[in-house]
């Protein structure tokens, strides 16, 4: 079973930026940390949850494209800790963001389960 921690987020202004973290911890991971990719998802209410960044464990990225040139997903295999870092921030960014697995085509996968997510809120 693996365990994701999330945290940072919280109230930015628009235009601002923030920085979440992710700490992936279970047996699953062990040792295999570094052979999986990785993604940051959000959920917005009444909105449908989606991919926002992902990190090949080559360290290849994909971003959905309402984030390109805004976002920048990081990993430390050291730590088994991805990085989302949200610069320029938009009314349209706010939402629950969590990180969990990606496919090796850096497309949505899972882990089998979900931390907590931090929100993100953009406002003045």
């Known amino acids: 079973q693996v365990q994701l921690v999330e945290s940072g987020g919280g109230l930015v202004q628009p235009g601002g930026s923030a920085s979440l973290a992710c700490t992936a911890s279970?047996?699953?991971?062990?040792?295999?940390?570094?052979?999986?990719?990785l993604a940051w998802y959000r959920q917005a209410p009444g909105k449908q949850g989606e991919l926002v960044a992902a990190?090949?464990?080559?360290?290849?990225?994909n971003y959905a494209d309402s984030v390109k040139g805004r976002f920048a997903i990081s990993r430390d295999n050291s730590k088994n800790t991805s990085n989302l870092q949200m610069n320029h921030l938009k009314p349209e960014d706010p939402a629950a963001y969590y990180c969990?697995?990606?496919?090796?085509?850096?497309?949505?996968?899972?882990?089998?389960?979900w931390g907590q997510g931090n929100r993100v809120t953009v406002s003045s």
């Open positions: 990190i090949g464990n080559d360290g290849t990225t």
């Open positions: 279970g047996s699953l991971l062990t040792g295999f940390f570094h052979r999986y990719a």
């Open positions: 969990n697995a990606a496919t090796t085509a850096l497309t949505p996968s899972t882990f089998g389960s």
